[in-house]
């Protein structure tokens, strides 16, 4: 059973910056696509970028493109999202999710929520002058 755990989250200004981190313990995340999504009050869980275990391709979804970098380091066994120039809107719940991609990379290519096999508990964000 992988385990992720979110942390990094907090109360930012706007045009601030947040380092999110997502890692595992006794499962390695290398071969997991990891994905970021999103949740914010009242609005569905929606992604934000995900790095594949196979090609270690990247997909930004655009909402946030060119303002998150999502990347990973194995020795650390974590994912992380750089945050920039962040918005009011961009307050939510940040979760990090995982796909075995046995079928395929359904989840870094479609950002589908049912397709994740396991997911955090979320760390949250808020933007706030």
């Known amino acids: 059973q992988l385990q992720l755990v979110e942390s990094g989250g907090g109360l930012v200004q706007p045009g601030g910056s947040l380092s999110l981190s997502c890692a595992a313990s006794?499962?390695?995340?290398?071969?997991?696509?990891i994905a970021w999504f999103r949740q914010s009050p009242g609005l569905e869980r929606h992604g934000i970028a995900c790095?594949?275990?196979?090609?270690?391709?990247?997909h930004y979804a655009n909402s946030m493109k060119g303002r998150v970098t999502i990347s990973r380091d194995n020795a650390k066994n974590t994912v992380f999202l750089q945050m920039n120039n962040l918005k009011p809107e961009d307050t939510g719940t940040y979760y990090c999710?995982?796909?075995?991609?046995?079928?395929?990379?359904?989840?870094?290519?479609?950002?589908?929520?049912?397709?994740?096999?396991?997911w955090g508990k979320g760390t949250l964000v808020t933007v706030s002058a």
């Open positions: 006794e499962l390695s995340l290398e071969d997991y696509d």
């Open positions: 999710a995982a796909e075995t991609e046995r079928f395929g990379p359904r989840l870094c290519n479609t950002f589908g929520t049912a397709f994740a096999d396991y």
């Open positions: 790095i594949s275990s196979v090609m270690r391709s990247i």
